[in-house]
């Protein structure tokens, strides 16, 4: 049997970071039947789901004040992962503007969220839109580490500064 990876983000939490990157890039480098074991300063429960429908298990052990330990094992019956990869071939330019985009299917309001957790909900938003919809996101911050994520998703992406926080429209890969 495989020892799980582990990925310690304890620290880049604390200091304002934003580790889902190096999580998903874990998860993405995982051997067959490997789990990660993640080390974190609070429950990451957004990243059940997100994982979950990935093909992982998870459980979840509190340590302590601030300490949490997490194991994301694969499923054992696990098929392939559902992917968009076929949708993404297709080149998120073809709309140029946004005017020719639909209205949002959903609206987040990230305001007043730490990181990650922004980044986790529009992920996890995404994956429930159907190809073509588009999702606005309200976030503080401008989430740099997400722009990377949305591109290997093939997702078309606008922003614009508003007040003191940044919108985001998002239309997912067709």
């Not at 330019?93 to 020719?100: E, F, G, L, P």
């Amino acid at each position: 049997m495989t020892e799980p990876f582990t990925l310690d983000v304890r620290e880049e939490l604390r200091t304002g970071g934003e580790p889902l990157p190096r999580i998903l890039k874990a998860v993405g480098g995982l051997a067959v039947g490997q789990s990660l074991r993640l080390l974190v300063p609070f429950e990451p429960m957004p990243l059940y789901a997100l994982l979950g429908r990935k093909g992982f298990d998870h459980e979840e052990l509190r340590r302590g004040e601030g300490e949490w330990e997490v194991l994301f094992s694969p499923r054992s019956s696990q098929s392939a992962p559902a992917s968009s990869a076929a949708s993404s071939t297709k080149d998120p330019a073809r709309h140029s503007t946004i005017a020719d985009w639909p209205k949002p299917s959903a609206i987040l309001d990230n305001r007043g969220l730490e990181p990650p957790e922004p980044m986790i909900r529009i992920l996890d938003a995404l994956e429930h839109l159907a190809p073509g919809q588009v999702l606005e996101a309200l976030n503080e911050r401008d989430p740099v580490f997400l722009y990377p994520e949305l591109q290997a998703r093939g997702a078309a992406i606008h922003t614009e500064k508003v007040g003191e926080g940044v919108r985001l429209l998002i239309r997912h890969a067709e």
